[in-house]
């Protein structure tokens, strides 16, 4: 009953208002995976570095019970490099650097032991490496959640577009679910891209929450409010890791679980942006999540009298 999660594992370097870093671990599948790690324990990983990755770091992410066993490592090649400047919102960014390196070749293979997964996390990636681990798993998961950004849109619509088609959950953020969609409203996008295949989608709003949609069905989460945002980078990875990995621990798949996990899920990205990087993900104890889940139900709890 495992959880395979693919994406990006990579190098990041940051700089937002409060301060820069020079090359630190990052990637979808690295926060995606720490963040599921606090709700599931059998955790796989398919991803892709170079001989510069570190393999103290490879070691940690085992500590977090992930399996590596799918983790490539090219010698003679360097790991993906992402480079990114936050503006003073903190919500926006543009993005300095994408050096794919071992991307751009990026084979996924699937380890024997990893198939008959029930649970499939498709991290920010190419499309169409996203949709060659569908096609390469034997027995289809119970639940594919899929993740992009508009860096795919630009460059590979039509394979982003028969990705989509494929999986059950699209998280995606406002700004991309607009230009997926063509629709400015959330609700006219989010219905347009539930035509395009997906059961499930959830719009991610930054620091304003984010959205579930299901058939004729809204569910609003809020964001914590907090006061210092340290650096947002992995924050949607986070969010869509710290979701499947709620949703694999209760197992069954319906609106109402998907509620709670978007809870949880958020509850994770709030503490990812607390610290640089991963920094924050990697000693979470169980007793700070709970604090953190509960601060969500008080912050959106309310009883109306007539
Ligand atoms: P997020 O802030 O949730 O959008 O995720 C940021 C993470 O995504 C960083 O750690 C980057 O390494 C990774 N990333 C950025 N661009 C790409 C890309 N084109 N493909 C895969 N991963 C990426």
């Known amino acids: 009953m495992s959880l395979l999660v693919i994406g990006s594992v990579a190098f990041d370097a940051i700089e937002t208002p409060f301060g820069k870093t020079d090359k630190i671990v990052g990637g979808a599948a690295t926060f995606a995976s720490l963040a ?26 085992q500590k977090h019970h992930i399996n590596t066993e799918g983790l490539q490592v090219k010698q003679g090649e360097k790991s993906f490099f ?19 390196n071992v991307l751009g070749t990026f084979d996924p293979i699937i380890p024997e032991s990893y198939q008959n997964c029930e649970y499939l996390m498709l991290g920010n990636l190419s499309p169409q490496v996203q949709q060659t ?24 619509l039509d394979e982003l577009l028969a990705t989509i088609k494929l999986v059950d959950v699209l998280t995606i953020n406002d700004a991309e679910a607009r230009q997926l969609s063509g629709e400015f409203s959330l609700v006219k996008a989010a219905r347009k891209i539930l035509t395009m295949g997906p059961k499930f989608v959830i719009i991610k709003k930054g620091e304003h929450g984010a959205l579930l949609f299901h058939e004729d069905k809204i569910f609003s989460a809020p964001a914590l409010p907090l006061a210092e945002v340290f650096d947002p980078t992995g924050a949607g990875d986070t969010f869509a890791g710290g979701f499947i990995g709620y949703m694999a621990k209760v197992g069954a798949v319906n609106f109402d679980n998907m509620k709670n ?9 709030s503490f990812c942006v607390e610290k640089f990087g991963t920094e924050r993900l990697r000693n979470l104890t169980p007793a700070e999540i709970a604090t953190r889940v509960q601060e969500f139900v008080t912050l959106s709890q309310f009883a ?3």
């Open 133 to 156: 681990v569908i096609q390469r798993l034997t027995k289809r998961p119970k639940l594919i959640v899929m993740d992009t950004m508009n860096f795919w849109m630009d460059i590979a």
């Open 82 to 100: 992402w480079s990114g400047r936050y503006h003073n919102d903190m919500n926006t960014r543009d993005t300095l650097v994408t050096e794919l």
């Open 304 to 306: 109306v009298t007539a």
């Open 261 to 269: 996990a978007i809870i949880f899920g958020s509850a994770l990205a």
């Open 36 to 61: 599921a790690s606090y709700f599931f324990n059998d955790i796989k990983i398919v991803a892709v570095v170079g001989d510069d990755f570190p393999q103290s770091e490879i070691e940690d992410l």
